[in-house]
């Protein structure tokens, strides 16, 4: 596929094998193929523990390298090997499912997010065992679950139940990679979400549409009940939301501020938007809006008759699927209970909110002495600048660590900002994900 080295291009070939299984976690598909298959690598690698954990429902895979020194710290490297749906597959290039190689690019479905990833990090793995005769200064324990797509389900139950067996002094988080300046990010938080459905239903069936004028319809008490939750600034409407917000320290704003590639122009030029931007009247708001502060987002609407022509249609149902992300020290029920008692407070009794998924936020400085140890081995490799940021506009699991293992979390990877994650044509950069193994051995010889 690649010219390369003769266990570089073993372990290419394993993560070919990786993305032919479509374990995608929001269709329940090849889950238990995928963690079958990461199980043997570890496996081969004669892990001294290698562990599938199916109790909650997403299989876990759990490998442990031993340390022969005495008080060795515990490196953690966490993963994921569930994936996005590939759909819609016309508007790949190539076979979603098929690790492809074309212009200095690796392509398909997981490459970035997250396989690539999980592939890279065994491959640094095996490389230091072959040149240091399977003697290691650092255990070594991957943690690989299958549902980080889907919100993560099981895992904090994984966590709790394995916590005495995977303390750790550092978390390697799953993905990362480059941003707009061709720096290598360095990533110390996630924001939290919770999603929701509102569903109206104002009648036992749809009516003729002449009845508009005096019937109001599940369509309008829907929309009216989601334009009341924020306000046209943008800013959330439900009373209590914001009493649990905490503040960004000086540094975290000062991270944000110095290495944050997002400004207004970035996102009207990248995305072609025509709708104007909320809160960007300064880059200093639009950062602390993105950054450090909870948004409400519909994710889907739908109501009554949706397919071509015309049907006079009055409907008696209308359902929508919304989100709100969430920033430290928010909690996902405790939001999702104030809009449920915001709408009933409002008189809309017909709309009924249903709590689907949640996870914690968590936020770090970047400032612990693991995580300096992680700048020092990214410098070996990695040219110019680092950038350092205090958390991520998207979601993920890292509040579920913080809270068992209250250890260091770097979230550092292969991406770079055209990698395509979620969407056709997902991809990486050969040199890039070369260049995260050798970082990878880097940070294990850091232990030496």
């Known amino acids: 596929m690649v010219e390369t080295t003769k266990i570089r291009q073993e372990y290419l070939d394993k993560l070919a094998k990786l993305i032919k299984i479509p374990s995608v976690s929001a269709k329940n598909t090849g889950l238990k193929e995928a963690s079958n298959l990461i199980a043997g690598f570890f496996e081969e690698l004669k892990a001294n523990r290698v562990e599938i954990d199916d109790e909650f429902e997403f299989p876990l895979v759990i490998a442990k390298f031993d340390s022969n020194q005495e008080n060795a710290k515990t490196l953690l490297i966490y993963n994921h090997y569930d994936v996005q749906p590939a759909e819609p597959f016309a508007l790949w290039h190539s076979d979603p499912w098929t690790l492809t190689e074309r212009e200095g690019k690796l392509y398909g479905r997981g490459v970035d997010d997250d396989k690539g990833n999980l592939l890279a990090r065994i491959t640094a793995l095996a490389e230091y065992l072959q040149d240091k005769k399977d003697q290691l200064p650092v255990n070594i324990i ?89 306000d046209p600034d943008g800013r959330i409407a439900v009373p209590g939301v914001y009493d649990q917000v905490r503040p960004a320290s000086d540094r975290e704003k000062q991270l944000v501020e110095k290495y944050s590639t997002i400004d207004a122009q970035l996102l009207v030029k990248s995305f072609k938007l025509s709708a104007p931007l909320l809160n960007s009247q300064t880059r200093a708001k639009l950062l602390q809006s993105l950054y450090f502060s909870p948004a409400l987002n519909i994710e889907g609407i739908s109501s009554g008759y949706e397919e071509n ?31 449920v008692d915001f709408l009933k407070n409002k008189g809309f009794n017909n709309v009924k909110a249903v709590y689907t998924l949640g996870e914690d936020p968590y936020r770090s400085d970047l400032s612990s002495p693991e995580i300096e140890r992680v700048l020092k081995a990214m410098h070996k490799v990695y040219q110019g600048d680092l950038a350092l940021l205090p958390t991520s506009q998207g979601t993920g699991p890292m509040a579920y660590f913080d809270e068992n293992f209250h250890s260091s979390i770097a979230a550092v990877g292969i991406g770079y900002p055209n990698s395509a994650d979620h969407a056709p044509d997902e991809n990486v950069r050969i040199k890039d994900y070369f260049d995260h193994i050798d970082f990878i051995k880097e940070l294990i010889k850091s232990y030496e």
């Not at 389900?153 to 995977?166: A, D, P, T, V």
């Not at 988080?173 to 290598?184: A, D, I, R, V």
């Not at 006079?312 to 809009?339: G, H, N, S």
């Open 142 to 230: 991957f943690v690989v679950e299958g549902s980080e797509e889907t919100a993560s389900r099981g895992l904090e139950n994984y966590l709790k139940k394995h916590r005495r067996s995977l303390e750790n002094d550092l978390v390697i988080w799953e993905s990362g990679g480059y941003n707009q300046n061709e720096q290598q990010e360095v990533g110390g938080g996630t924001k939290g979400i919770v999603t929701f459905d509102l569903v109206a239903k104002t009648a036992q069936r749809d009516l003729h549409s002449s009845y508009a004028p005096v019937v109001d319809s599940a369509a309008w008490q829907l929309t009216s009940a989601i334009n009341s939750l924020r």
């Open 309 to 339: 022509g015309v049907k006079t249609v009055l409907p008696a149902e209308a359902r929508a699927k919304l989100e709100i992300r969430l920033v430290p020290d928010q909690k996902p029920r405790d939001i999702f209970d104030k809009v």
